[in-house]
């Protein structure tokens, strides 16, 4: 099993989660979350004073899932997110030693 960690514009969370459905993953955690990277940021003015803004929100998807659709998953998500501008996000993949479902006591791959 594999964890798949994408960090994704906002705007772009319902267009992955739409093509996510679609390729039949429904199980995922969303976070909000502010982060910042070669998209840098923006000096903004308030009441005369300028400051930087360099933590810009995000969104970020977690999916844990068979290895075997770790490939079509990043696919999926790399497709649905990009806009092609700097700030489309990136996409982190960690092995998952196994899964308990709380709810039926399933493990393992029975558990995604």
């Known amino acids: ?3 798949i960690e994408a960090i994704i514009r906002p705007a772009k969370l319902e ?3 739409e093509a996510l459905s679609r ?3 429904h199980g995922m955690t969303v976070s909000q979350v502010f982060g910042c990277g070669l ?3 923006w000096v903004g003015v308030y009441r005369g004073h300028e400051y930087s803004i360099n933590l810009l929100p995000k ?3 977690e999916i844990v899932t068979k290895d075997i659709w770790v490939d079509e998953v990043v696919r999926v998500i790399s497709e649905a997110a990009r806009t092609g501008d ?3 996000g990136k ?8 899964a308990v ?3 039926t006591g399933e493990k393992h791959e029975d558990a995604i």
Not at 91 to 98: A, K, N, S, T, W
């Open 86 to 88: 700097v700030g489309d």
């Open 101 to 103: 479902r709380i709810r």
């Open 23 to 25: 390729f039949d993953i």
């Open 39 to 41: 998209q840098g940021g």
């Open 59 to 61: 969104v970020k998807l």
């Open 1 to 3: 099993m594999k964890k």
């Open 15 to 17: 267009d992955v989660k």
């Open 91 to 98: 996409i982190f993949i960690y092995p998952v030693e196994d």
